[in-house]
C-alpha cells in the first residue's frame, strides 16, 4: 500500500555492537530484520533515517548473512549498494532530534544486548517518541532497548503491556543462553510486561497502544506491516 499524501519519516536504529560476550564470535544487527521492513517501508513512500550509538558502520551478525538465513529481502540488500552505503555511514544516536521522525524503529540481531540495552541516549530517544504518542516497534532482541525505558510515572515503560521478544526457549535451541547478558523474555517479564509468545521460528507480533513488537527474525514483515498501518491511520 502506497503512502498517497505527505512523506512519513522513520528512524531505523541499528547497534554498533560487534563482540558476542567473551566467546570471541562477532554479532551485530541480524540482516532479514533490517531488510525486510526497510524495503516493505521504502517500497510505500516512506523515509528512512539509520542510526547508531557510535555512529558510522553498522556491524552485520555473520551468521544472518549465510545462505541458510538468506531471503528475497536480504539477496535484494546484498545487492544494494546505496542502502549498504546508508549502513556504513549511520548518524550517531546523539545527533537525532525525535521531532523528525514519525516513528522509531529497532531491527535485532544479539548486538543491541550489550549496547543499545544501555545507552542511556536511546533510552531518552524511546520515551520522547512514546510520550509524543509516535509508534516505537521492536523485534526479535531489539527489545533489550526497553530494558531501562520509564514513563512519565517513572514505572518501567512495558509494565502492564502486551509485548514480545525473542523468547528463551528461542534463545536455548541457538545455544547462547548462557553467553547473553540475559534474556529477552525474563527482563521484559521481570520490568512487568505481559509477555506472550508464539510458536518457535514462527512469526508473532503485538500491538499495544503504540508500542509494537516481534518475536524472531520471521515476525519482521509482520512488525513492518503494523507499523505502516499504524502510521497511515494517524
Same mark, same amino acid.
Given at each position: 500500500?502506497?503512502?498517497?499524501?505527505?512523506?512519513?519519516?522513520?528512524?531505523?536504529?541499528?547497534?554498533?555492537?560487534?563482540?558476542?560476550?567473551?566467546?570471541?564470535?562477532?554479532?551485530?544487527?541480524?540482516?532479514?530484520?533490517?531488510?525486510?521492513?526497510?524495503?516493505?517501508?521504502?517500497?510505500?513512500?516512506?523515509?528512512? !533515517?539509520?542510526? !547508531?550509538?557510535?555512529?558510522?558502520?553498522?556491524?552485520?551478525?555473520?551468521?544472518?548473512?549465510?545462505?541458510?538465513?538468506?531471503?528475497?529481502?536480504?539477496?535484494?540488500?546484498?545487492?544494494?549498494?546505496?542502502?549498504?552505503?546508508?549502513?556504513?555511514?549511520?548518524?550517531?544516536?546523539?545527533?537525532?532530534?525525535?521531532?523528525?521522525?514519525?516513528?522509531?524503529?529497532?531491527?535485532?540481531?544479539?548486538?543491541?544486548?550489550?549496547?543499545? @540495552?544501555?545507552?542511556?541516549?536511546?533510552?531518552?530517544?524511546?520515551?520522547?517518541?512514546?510520550? @509524543?504518542?509516535?509508534?516505537?516497534?521492536?523485534?526479535?532482541?531489539?527489545?533489550? @532497548?526497553?530494558?531501562?525505558?520509564?514513563?512519565?510515572?517513572? *514505572?518501567?515503560?512495558?509494565?502492564?503491556?502486551?509485548?514480545?521478544?525473542?523468547?528463551?526457549? *528461542?534463545?536455548? @535451541?541457538?545455544?547462547?543462553?548462557?553467553?547473553?547478558?540475559?534474556?529477552?523474555?525474563?527482563?521484559?517479564?521481570?520490568?512487568?510486561?505481559?509477555?506472550?509468545?508464539?510458536? !518457535?521460528?514462527?512469526?508473532?507480533?503485538?500491538?499495544?497502544?503504540?508500542?509494537?513488537?516481534?518475536?524472531?527474525?520471521?515476525?519482521?514483515?509482520?512488525?513492518?506491516?503494523?507499523?505502516?498501518?499504524?502510521?497511515?491511520?494517524?
Amino acid at each position: 500500500m502506497l503512502i498517497k499524501t505527505g512523506v512519513i519519516n522513520i528512524l531505523f536504529v541499528l547497534t554498533s555492537h560487534s563482540q558476542m560476550g567473551e566467546t570471541g564470535h562477532k554479532t551485530g544487527f541480524w540482516v532479514e530484520e533490517f531488510a525486510n521492513p526497510y524495503y516493505a517501508l521504502a517500497d510505500a513512500g516512506v523515509q528512512i !533515517t539509520i542510526a !547508531t550509538p557510535k555512529g558510522g558502520a553498522a556491524p552485520i551478525d555473520p551468521t544472518s548473512d549465510l545462505p541458510q538465513n538468506a531471503t528475497e529481502d536480504t539477496e535484494r540488500f546484498n545487492k544494494d549498494e546505496a542502502v549498504q552505503k546508508m549502513i556504513n555511514e549511520t548518524i550517531a544516536l546523539a545527533d537525532i532530534n525525535f521531532e523528525d521522525y514519525d516513528a522509531v524503529f529497532y531491527p535485532g540481531g544479539h548486538g543491541p544486548l550489550w549496547d543499545l @540495552a544501555e545507552d542511556a541516549t536511546s533510552a531518552k530517544l524511546i520515551q520522547d517518541f512514546y510520550a @509524543a504518542n509516535k509508534p516505537i516497534a521492536f523485534v526479535c532482541h531489539a527489545p533489550a @532497548a526497553l530494558r531501562h525505558v520509564k514513563n512519565a510515572k517513572g *514505572e518501567f515503560l512495558v509494565k502492564g503491556k502486551k509485548v514480545t521478544g525473542f523468547s528463551n526457549e *528461542e534463545e536455548e @535451541a541457538v545455544q547462547l543462553t548462557k553467553v547473553v547478558p540475559f534474556l529477552v523474555e525474563d527482563m521484559l517479564k521481570e520490568n512487568g510486561a505481559l509477555y506472550s509468545r508464539g510458536k !518457535t521460528w514462527e512469526a508473532y507480533a503485538v500491538q499495544d497502544g503504540n508500542l509494537i513488537t516481534g518475536q524472531n527474525p520471521a515476525s519482521s514483515a509482520l512488525v513492518a506491516e503494523m507499523l505502516l498501518k499504524m502510521l497511515q491511520e494517524k
